[in-house]
């Protein structure tokens, strides 16, 4: 594969690795895109995976609706869906970084049965970030967040200082000048901030509380790696130290198994920084997830 389609949207997509072996998929954050996984997927095909790093909605070319409407995590969710369908897939280990990462989170938790095991990179769950808020000082390091969802201000100021930002907040100088040079590409600078402009608007928060009422269904504990940088500027340790609680409490007497939490004392560019403790924690959790099978 090299795209794939949903509703009119066209996603690049890097495919690599045997297409009969199972399948990891790599979702990028910001301000990255499929290239960001150079370092991690030579290590899984190496293994024997199936490597499938997509281009998300608002990086590929052909996937950028101009509304942060068209942004929210369901239909972000839903792209990654119609990934595994395109690719024959009905499951796959999900892996993901920073925005990446929250996508991660959220399959996991809306289509478990998609979803064979989940290793998140830097970004801490939804009750952690929830945590951190209110008991950390996850506020003030999501302040930034507000530039970014401003119109149109944070397209023109990265696309004249992305690469001294990136490399200041300690993206390797290659990689940031990757991402900077595309930043400036014609059309390339709305998508990615239309994520965080969806996060924060205030009508979309409202829908989404609405369409949280009723009971809630159990989820299955997957086997679950969290990988994160304790000098991440982006995230609390209270963040990240509620993710590890909740998920060792719901794993319960299956913890040391199912969960696999590695700090690292490092920042945030995990994918290009850690490519080999990633490779690691991935496969630990594919076998992990293939004796869970084996015993079903």
């Known amino acids: 594969m090299r795209y794939y389609s949903r509703d009119g949207l066209t996603f690049d997509v890097d495919d690599s690795g045997p297409a009969d072996a199972p399948a990891v998929v790599l979702l990028h954050g910001w301000p990255q895109d499929r290239t960001s996984w150079h370092k991690v997927a030579p290590g899984l095909t190496d293994a024997g995976m199936r490597v499938l790093a997509p281009d998300l909605r608002g990086y590929s070319p052909g996937a950028r609706p101009p509304h942060h409407h068209d942004y929210v995590m369901e239909e972000l969710v839903a792209d990654v869906a119609a990934l595994l369908d395109a690719a024959g897939l009905e499951s796959a280990h999900v892996v993901g970084h920073d925005w990446g990462g929250a996508l991660a989170w959220s399959i996991a938790s809306s289509h478990p049965e998609r979803v064979d095991s989940l290793t998140v990179l830097s970004t ?76 924060l608007s205030p009508t979309l928060t409202w829908r989404r509380s609405r369409a949280k009422g009723g009971p809630r269904r159990a989820r299955p504990v997957l086997p679950t790696a969290f990988l994160w940088g304790t000098k991440d500027p982006a995230f609390a340790s209270a963040s990240t130290r509620h993710t590890v609680q909740r998920l060792r409490e719901r794993a319960g007497a299956d913890a040391d198994e199912l969960i696999d939490a590695r700090p690292y004392e490092t920042g945030h560019w995990l994918p290009e920084t850690h490519a080999e403790e990633i490779v690691d924690a991935v496969l630990g959790r594919v076998r992990v997830a293939s004796r869970g099978a084996s015993a079903a």
């Open 124 to 199: 801490p769950s939804p009750s952690g970030m929830a945590h951190g808020a209110r008991h950390g000082d996850q506020l003030r390091r999501s302040l930034y967040m507000v530039f970014f969802a401003l119109p149109l201000l944070p397209v023109l100021f990265f696309r004249l200082f992305a690469q001294q930002v990136l490399e200041k907040i300690g993206m390797p100088r290659e990689r940031a000048a990757h991402d900077a040079a595309r930043l400036k590409r014609p059309g390339a600078g709305e998508g990615p901030f239309n994520w965080y402009r969806a996060a």
